[in-house]
């Protein structure tokens, strides 16, 4: 016969099983959320392809001497580190702004004879080619840096600022060798190598590597600097200036303002290793060369 107080405890005993039921189960709905959130990814360091080593040098803008202090360096600690495959990749703006332009095309020329160059194509190189055909961008060229390049041509400064347009371009079709300008129209928009990509500017973050434009690779800054996910390869650019590398977790920038602070900066990459190398001018002039770890 049942009474009030076996209802009162079968009552009781569903509760209990049902809170405990409901309790269990979200404990078990929590503890596993906890362990996705607390599931950390291990970091994993991007490496160059298994034997390569690849110095990048970031904008060289015109400063030889930079340049060629720079060159020997890297010489020097590809030496000393041993036998690699190695690289060396121009991160584009090779001219403009400096005084020497030529001097440092020819010298990049000379250097590729005899080591092996890879050359990607910056916003400068851009404008003087274009500069050849397009009355607009000439104009432009010369607001940012493109009088010095042409009269490292030999084109005097007095017929840059008093000549037409048209007049300046077929000057400055004479003066700069074909086989320059072919060369730097020949320079490329992005090099990949392992988990590394290399480019002038940067990249347009949430773009398939393959479907990158050449525009966006030397000329974009945002929305790539401020961007803090990953780009689908860890990304070394030039382009945007600052007095010391740019070190983030997913890019390097290694525009040290060559022709604003006196230092070209390159990295060196091997394995999960990598190193800075830097040409600086101190205020007498006299430019060292220093090293780093990156």
Known sequence: MWTFCHYTKRVADYLVRHSLGAYNSRTRMFTKIRTMLGRQKAARIPTLNSGDRVYAIGDIHGRIDL???LIGAIEQDDADRGSANTTVILLGDL??????????VARAKEW????????????????????LVNADVLRGFLKYGGRETIMSYGIDERFIDEAEPEELQLR????IPNDDIAFL????????????????????PQTPLDHQLGRDCRWIREPFLSHNGDFGAFVIHGHTIAEEPQVRSNRIGIDTGAFVFGALTAIGIEGTERWFLQAREDEAG??????AAA
């Open 67 to 69: 340049f060629n202090s």
């Open 95 to 104: 001219i403009d702004r400096g005084p020497d332009s030529s001097a440092v």
């Open 112 to 131: 590729a004879t005899h080591r092996r160059l890879e050359f990607i194509k910056g916003n400068h190189e851009e404008m003087l080619i274009a500069s």
């Open 172 to 175: 400055m079709i004479e003066a």
């Open 185 to 204: 129209d020949s320079f490329t928009k992005l090099i990949r190598n392992g988990d590394y990509l290399f480019v002038h500017a940067g990249i347009r």
């Open 286 to 291: 006299a430019i060292s060369t220093f090293a």
